[in-house]
């Protein structure tokens, strides 16, 4: 029979914690350039709306500032959740890098929400 030995938690610090800083960094490096790229189409996507026109949520002032402002609120709510998903998967006992998927769908879907909003009138024919 086997002597019972007792199982030590493996140090998580340096050999998950700081791959994992640095990904989140890397990443958020990357995605900075392409949130500022995207304010310009989306800011322009107002044009082919009139003076007055309300047809769209794009063509009123609240619309146009959204458009804008959802690429970079999805930027921050994926940094955010990505450390709080690490921390739970921590607690859980997996990988901190689980988090990573879920992050990136954070950063999507306000993404492609004001996408959404800002092709809504280059959609219709006339």
């Known amino acids: 029979r086997p002597p019972m030995q007792k199982e030590f938690p ?3 610090w340096p050999y998950q914690w700081a ?3 640095a990904t989140v960094s890397s990443l958020t490096v990357v995605g900075m350039p392409i949130t ?3 304010m310009l189409p989306l800011g322009m996507s107002s044009d082919p ?3 007055n026109d309300t047809r769209y949520y794009i063509c ?5 500032q959204l458009v804008v402002e959802l690429p970079w609120i999805g930027l921050v709510a994926a940094v955010i959740l990505s450390f709080v998903g690490a921390i739970v998967a921590r607690l859980f006992r997996r990988s901190l890098f689980w988090a990573l998927p879920l992050a990136a769908l954070a950063y999507l879907v306000p993404t ?3 996408i959404a909003i800002g092709a809504a009138p280059s959609s219709t024919p006339w």
């Open 49 to 51: 709306c009139g003076s």
């Open 112 to 114: 492609g929400i004001a």
């Open 19 to 21: 791959p994992f800083i």
């Open 36 to 38: 500022f790229f995207l």
């Open 60 to 64: 009123t002032d609240s619309g146009q």
């Open 10 to 12: 493996r140090p998580v």
